[in-house]
């Protein structure tokens, strides 16, 4: 079956480095991968788009990349600041329809 | 971008009770809406999808008659958890996208519903 992986649950870095993110994919084949992020009690807001023909995809302080032969894309914030702090999530689109997440990764930017 | 509105933000109700969730789209029309739930550290998991003027279609083991799904227009879905049990207490998230279903576009996510069921 589908499987995404975030190997990392929680992830603590001071303000001002780079936060990297990983996301794992197996049995699957998607034409994209999205990142999300989630704020406690909130719903997740979209954050980047990359396709299979995309290497990769910046937005402000945002990159991702995603490597379709190792099955897996990597979320970066650099000069990361403490309003960074959240919940990331890795999608994948599900038969076409749907979004499959993974279950997050939560970043803590310290000051 | 789009905006996805939940009502109610939480909802305490007593086991054996009924509880309506809604989703509205408020500036497109939504052919297509998505429900999930979310368990405390754990990843958003698929519930159904319905589209607009047609039954849900649910994920493997979600029980159709417990958690009603209706889409009655292009711009408000709901759920209703019937008979809820403690068990049900969760968060619930809807998501909606316009025609075909979240292709290569971005999803517009809820602020979702915290369920007790107490």
């Known amino acids: 079956s589908q499987k995404i992986e975030q190997n990392s649950e929680a992830l603590n870095i001071q303000e001002g480095k780079t936060a990297t993110l990983t996301c794992n994919y197996t049995?699957?084949?998607?034409?994209?991968l999205q990142w999300y992020r989630q704020d406690p009690g909130r719903g997740p807001v979209f954050l980047l788009l990359i396709r299979e023909n995309e290497k990769e995809k910046r937005k402000e302080r945002l990159k991702v990349t995603f490597d379709t032969t190792l099955k897996q894309s990597l979320f970066h914030i650099t000069a990361s600041q403490p309003a960074d702090s959240a919940t990331y999530l890795c999608a994948l689109p599900q038969a076409g329809t749907a979004l499959i997440f993974g279950k997050g990764t939560t970043l803590s930017v310290s000051s | 971008g789009a905006v996805v509105s939940q009502h109610p933000s939480r909802v305490i109700c007593k086991s054996g009770t009924s509880v309506k969730i809604e989703c509205r789209s408020l500036?497109?029309?939504?052919?297509?809406m998505f429900w999930y739930r979310q368990f405390p550290k754990q990843s958003l998991m698929l519930m159904a999808t319905s589209n607009e003027g047609s039954k849900a279609t649910y994920e493997q083991g979600v029980e159709k008659d417990k958690f009603l799904i209706n889409h009655a227009s292009l711009t408000l879905s709901t759920l209703t958890v019937t008979s809820a049990h403690p068990e049900d207490s969760s968060f619930y998230i809807c998501s909606a996208a316009t025609s075909g279903g979240v292709m290569n576009t971005e999803a517009f996510f809820g602020q979702g519903t915290r369920l007790t069921v107490v």
């Open positions: 049995n699957y084949s998607p034409a994209y």
């Open positions: 500036d497109f029309q939504a052919t297509t």
